[in-house]
């Protein structure tokens, strides 16, 4: 792991904390340790909101750091078959567990949409595109609504009337906004023969301790959220 990585995995490292923050206050929303709908206050949904848009930029961010200017195709179809292979394992989990609200388009499924789309527009495009084609898109989620594409078949796309009623959701549009915007930093930066991100964001234990969180990402972010509910609904038990 080399210095300039290490700030970019740092980086990850505070999203997936802040993410394990919010889950925490969503199941403690669930079993009924808070006060009804905490977790989808305006408050609680703007700071998700801020996490995933953080996850998604930085997601872009390493698409470039990661050909640079070519495309490495045995590590990209290796990295999205892992991606893939999680979503399914999510949206399996969560049939389970919460029947028709499972998650069919979360995080994972929207990261490996916004690889595909990154991998074609990587070195096609150049940095002031890639910033209006974020910009655009992030546009087209919060006001496009297209009557047309209201069958569930293309509820991915995000332009339908109302939003579906599932556990988490993160449709193509707006939230391949961040991820092309992050593509578009790291093409500007490299471009310039600027570093892409600090060398290191923070020392000593918690830096490295952040930094190891941030290189094992997908793993975290598959165990966190089964550990907090076995923490908070073991809890719960011992209560009754």
Known sequence: MTARLSGLDQARGVALVAMASYHFIFDLDLFGLVPS???LSPYMRGYAILIVGC???LSGLSMVLAHGRGRRWPAFWRRW???AAAAAVVS????FAFGVQF???GILHMMAAASLVGIVLLGRVPAWGLAVLGVLALFAGIWLRLPALEHPIFWI???QAARPVTVDYLPILPWIGPYVLGMA???FAYDQGRPIMPG???GGALGAGLALLGRNSLAFYLIHQPMLLALVGGYVWLLD
């Open 37 to 39: 709908g905490t977790a």
């Open 55 to 57: 996850f998604l930029f």
């Open 81 to 83: 078959a892992i991606l």
């Open 92 to 95: 399996l989990a969560t049939y």
């Open 103 to 105: 998650v069919f388009w």
């Open 157 to 159: 796309m995000g332009t």
């Open 185 to 187: 930093w790291a093409q």
């Open 200 to 202: 290191q964001v923070l």
